[in-house]
């Protein structure tokens, strides 16, 4: 088994259950029989960089950020050629491998309604009334394509009988639905966990998804995925709002609004073509994640209106609360910059040209992402 427990953590705390499969023993260039119809599935690299880059964050940056003190990890990781971690050998991603974690995880996020359950994957998917999340040896059984695959829509039904008052699911993988899963309807996923009616009826348990129906997960080769890219990022402070006294905080709602925000507009995408659209479900009200230490850096970008004006433009921006004082001479193209979130700045612009007036305005600097216009009067 691979459980990361923190010994020293008593009461209500954070207890996550991870998973990372790129390699797969019956799809193309895996080391077992290989299925007759693979769906067009294969081998990826992306899934396991994905999740190490959560843990990473788990281990590194939550501590910092807790509303509750993070307990335990359960990590499950199938790439080629093995996994450890801070050099500790992971079990494979099989659905055997899972069943034993689950019920570990279940156990401890049952222990305090305090908890806060975190279930997050990264690889495979597929969809038809359900998302199958699938797992290192699906296609096992050739005649029953999903027995090794997750129903995440099972598991959080079956978490309904945990006391964790808070229950989080994430799944970044794909959505495709193929005519092979429609035509075999009867068969099904493992939930993990066997579905309840009733339990923890007034549970908060927003899952949130990579992509929409029907859409693929994307990532660039050999990196982390994009979905994951933006989750990190709006966890770090891209998700930030200021809850009064310039206290900031990342909550829910505000979370799911930014990753969907940077996958459309921020850097996490392909440069060309359709950008990926993540997706809410599950039940949940609003409620705060994490505590940020300050302001989060914004990435901001000022346009001269009209452009031809960026040449003759000197700009100025100002934020006494924040100590920022940022110029630029007149330059062609877009002003690129970060500075930290704030509703209290200032833009300013004069023209070298005298062909308009110098202006002043304030202006508010928001995550996840800011952009304002420097628009010369005539």
Same mark, same amino acid.
């Given at each position: ?26 799809? =193309?260039?895996?080391?077992? =029989? ?14 396991? !960089? ?19 003190? !993070? ?40 222990? /305090?309604?305090?908890?806060?359950? #975190? ?13 199958? !999340? ?9 005649? /029953?394509?999903? *027995? ?24 970044? &993988? ?34 949130? $998804?990579?992509? +929409?129906?029907? /859409?693929?997960?994307?990532? *660039? ?35 799911? /609004?930014?990753?969907?925000?940077? $996958? ?48 003759? *433009? ?31 700045? +200032? #833009? ?8 308009? =007036? &110098? ?8 995550? =996840? ?10």
């Amino acid at each position: 088994m691979t459980s990361f427990v923190d010994g020293r953590t008593s009461g209500p705390a954070l207890h996550a259950f991870v998973m990372g499969v790129g390699a797969y023993r019956h799809l =193309p260039g895996g080391a077992g =029989p290989v299925l007759k119809n693979p769906l067009g599935l294969g081998q990826v690299l992306e899934p396991p !960089l994905s999740a190490r880059a959560f843990v990473d964050w788990l281990t590194n940056d939550y501590p910092e950020q807790a509303i509750r003190p !993070l307990g335990s990890i359960e990590l499950l990781m199938s790439a080629d050629g093995g996994y450890a971690y801070k050099g500790r050998p992971v079990e494979p991603a099989t659905l055997p491998a899972a069943q034993s974690a689950v019920a570990r995880w279940f156990e401890r996020c049952d222990s /305090d309604e305090g908890n806060i359950a #975190l279930f997050y994957f990264s690889g495979h998917g597929l969809e038809r009334d359900h998302q199958y !999340l699938l797992l290192e040896d699906f296609g096992q059984a050739p005649m /029953d394509p999903l *027995a090794m695959s997750i129903d995440i829509n099972g598991l959080w039904d079956g978490m309904a009988g945990c006391r964790a008052s808070t229950q989080i699911f994430i799944t970044d &993988a794909c959505r495709q639905v193929t005519w092979e899963l429609i035509k075999t309807f009867s068969t099904r996923g493992n939930p993990l966990i066997p579905p309840v009616l009733g339990g923890n009826t007034h549970r908060n348990a927003p899952m949130m $998804l990579a992509t +929409r129906k029907g /859409d693929v997960a994307m990532g *660039a080769p050999g990196e982390v995925t994009y979905f994951t890219q933006a989750l990190l990022a709006a966890l770090r402070g891209a998700a930030g709002e200021d809850a009064g006294n310039d206290k900031w905080v990342v909550s829910y709602f505000r979370l799911a /609004d930014a990753v969907q925000r940077l $996958l459309a507009y921020g850097p996490y995408g392909p440069t060309s073509g359709d950008r990926q659209q993540s997706r809410i479900g599950g039940e949940s009200q609003n409620m705060v994640l994490l505590r940020l230490a300050g302001p989060p850096e914004v990435p901001l970008r000022i346009d001269c209106v009209p452009p031809e004006t960026a040449t003759v *433009a000197a700009l100025e921006l100002t934020s006494q609360l924040r100590n920022v004082a940022r110029t630029r001479t007149p330059t062609a193209g877009s002003w690129q910059l970060e500075v930290p979130a704030a509703h209290s700045y +200032r #833009l300013a612009a004069t023209y070298v040209d005298a062909c308009h =007036p &110098a202006w002043s305005h304030p202006v508010a600097v928001l995550p =996840p992402l800011a952009q304002l216009d420097a628009e010369a009067t005539p």
